[in-house]
């Protein structure tokens, strides 16, 4: 067969278009593979960033108790006034004529529960 000189034939056109299309693909492939690297460090980076941060929030949790049970107690709150007895003793009287009008008490009870509370 004689050979053309020229443009190639089917086979070679053929031969180049497989040779252009696997290179294409092993071009995108590894285009892929490198965003899927870039994807996956960026993940970690956040990841270990996030850890970092949780860390640090338990740290000053742990600081913020360790610093309330070494602070010393808060000093007792001051009783209250007492009330001097004259209001109590009245308060009390109050009470009583306030239960005989409402029926609770009789008269006798009313006087004993009285003398009792004059004394």
């Known amino acids: 067969m004689p050979r053309r000189i020229g443009r190639p034939g089917l086979v070679g056109t053929m031969a180049?278009?497989?040779?252009?299309?696997?290179?294409?693909?092993?071009?995108?492939?590894?285009?892929?593979?490198?965003?899927?690297?870039?994807?996956?460090?960026?993940?970690?980076?956040?990841?270990?960033?996030?850890?970092?941060?949780?860390?640090?929030?338990?740290?000053?949790?742990?600081q913020a108790q360790m610093n309330a049970m070494q602070a010393p107690p808060p000093p007792p709150a001051p009783a209250p006034a007492a009330a001097p007895a004259g209001d109590d003793l009245m308060a009390k009287l109050q009470q009583l004529a306030d239960m005989k009008a409402a029926g609770?008490?009789?008269?006798?009870?009313?006087?004993?529960?009285?003398?009792?509370?004059l004394g």
């Open 16 to 62: 180049r278009t497989a040779v252009i299309a696997g290179t294409a693909n092993a071009t995108v492939g590894a285009m892929n593979r490198r965003q899927a690297a870039q994807a996956q460090a960026a993940n970690q980076q956040q990841a270990a960033q996030q850890a970092a941060f949780e860390s640090q929030a338990q740290l000053a949790e742990m």
């Open 104 to 117: 609770i008490l009789d008269d006798a009870e009313f006087a004993a529960a009285k003398a009792k509370l």
